[in-house]
């Protein structure tokens, strides 16, 4: 069975600095898709970037990029320049290609201190 | 703007009372997902839709049913809502096919008296 876990439950840093949250996985799939999901306070889960198992490159949105290690299984989120709206919980998830049923990661919360 | 739209935001129900939740879309995406979020704790898929085809997950309880007449809509309805049946519900579409990426409505919270 795919499962996802994120050993961090929460992280805090400090305005306009750099923070990284933790994500692995296992899975004996090749063909799969890892996103990460942001969910504000009392707000909608809206996807902050993702990454094709197939390509190589690390993704990059703006201030966020991941590491994604293929074979060490491990897609983190590098979130630079953190700004206060960045403060919410944040959730790794899983997707094979071709299936409907997304895994999630437990959460970390993320706060910014100002 | 295309968007999945979950009404009421907030539902409060009493013990044993039947509810239902409503979701929308106009993405025109084919597949339709109900999750439970209870806090601080991941989305706990419920079961989803694709196009007419119904997929239970197999530990969803009972008490839970779900209708979609339509590409547009989906339907929650909790036959007889415990007091650990209070969580916020998520309602998520996706286009199918290959590559399944899941758009969110912002949620119904319910409250269960």
């Known amino acids: 069975a795919q499962t996802v876990t994120q050993s961090q439950p929460e992280m805090s840093v400090q305005e306009a600095e750099t923070v990284t949250l933790s994500c692995t996985y296992d899975?004996?799939?090749?063909?799969?898709?890892l996103f990460w999901y942001k969910q504000p306070p009392s707000r909608q889960m809206i996807l902050v970037i993702r990454q094709e198992a197939y390509k190589q490159q690390n993704a990059t949105e703006n201030r966020f990029s991941v590491n994604f290690q293929k074979a060490a299984k491990s897609f983190s989120l590098k979130i630079s320049d953190s700004q206060l709206g960045d403060a919410a919980m944040y959730f790794c998830?899983?997707?094979?290609?071709?299936?409907?049923?997304?895994?999630f990661g437990q959460g970390t919360r993320l706060t910014i201190n100002p | 703007d295309a968007m999945v739209i979950q009404n009421p935001r907030y539902q409060v129900t009493q013990f044993g009372k039947p509810v239902t939740l409503s979701c929308s879309q106009t993405?025109?995406?084919?597949?339709m997902y109900w999750y439970q979020q209870k806090s601080s704790q991941a989305p706990k898929l419920l079961f989803h839709?694709?196009?007419?085809?119904?997929?239970n997950e197999a530990d969803t309880p009972d008490n839970f049913q779900s209708r979609r007449p339509n590409t547009s809509f989906c339907f929650l309805d909790i036959r007889s809502p415990g007091l650990g049946d209070a969580a916020m519900y998520l309602c998520a579409t996706s286009r199918g096919g290959a590559y399944n990426e899941q758009f969110f409505g912002p949620g119904t919270r319910l409250t269960v008296l």
């Open positions: 993405l025109n995406h084919n597949v």
């Open positions: 839709y694709y196009d007419k085809d119904f997929n």
């Open positions: 998830a899983y997707l094979i290609q071709g299936a409907q049923k997304l895994v």
């Open positions: 899975t004996s799939e090749s063909d799969y898709y």
